[in-house]
Nanobody
Framework: QVQLVESGGGLVQPGGSLRLSCTAS????????MSWYRQVPGKERELVAG????????NYADSVKGRFTISRDNAKHTVYLQMNSLKPEDTAVYYC?????????WGQGTQVTVSS
């Protein structure tokens, strides 16, 4: 079965950095696009960044462009989200996502809190 396990969240000061990791299993990782989403209480989950399986092309939400970088290591079945210049408004639970056979799969989420 498809499993996604995120790690790397935590508390960081404004301007700091974190790297999130998501390790996948249960499907052919290299063949699927992967994404990171985030959600704050009372708001819808929003797309942060995505990376394609075919050519590694990436896309980002306007709010994180130039600060966040998504990457993948197909040998390790892992997708990363490098977050730099973090702001308090980046505080959220971050989720890894894959669409597999028409269904969205999510990890358990990892909390990122940006605060002084």
């Amino acid at each position: 079965q498809v499993q996604l396990v995120e790690s790397g969240g935590g508390l960081v000061q404004p301007g700091g950095s974190l790297r999130l990791s998501c390790t996948a299993s249960g499907f052919t990782f290299s063949a699927y696009d992967m994404s990171w989403y985030r959600q704050v209480p009372g708001k819808e989950r929003e797309l942060v960044a995505g990376i394609s399986s075919a050519d590694g092309r990436t896309n980002y939400a306007d709010s994180v462009k130039g600060r966040f970088t998504i990457s993948r290591d197909n040998a390790k079945h892992t997708v990363y989200l490098q977050m730099n210049s973090l702001k308090p408004e980046d505080t959220a639970v971050y989720y890894c996502n894959v669409w597999y056979y028409g269904r969205a799969y999510w990890g358990q989420g990892t909390q990122v809190t940006v605060s002084s």
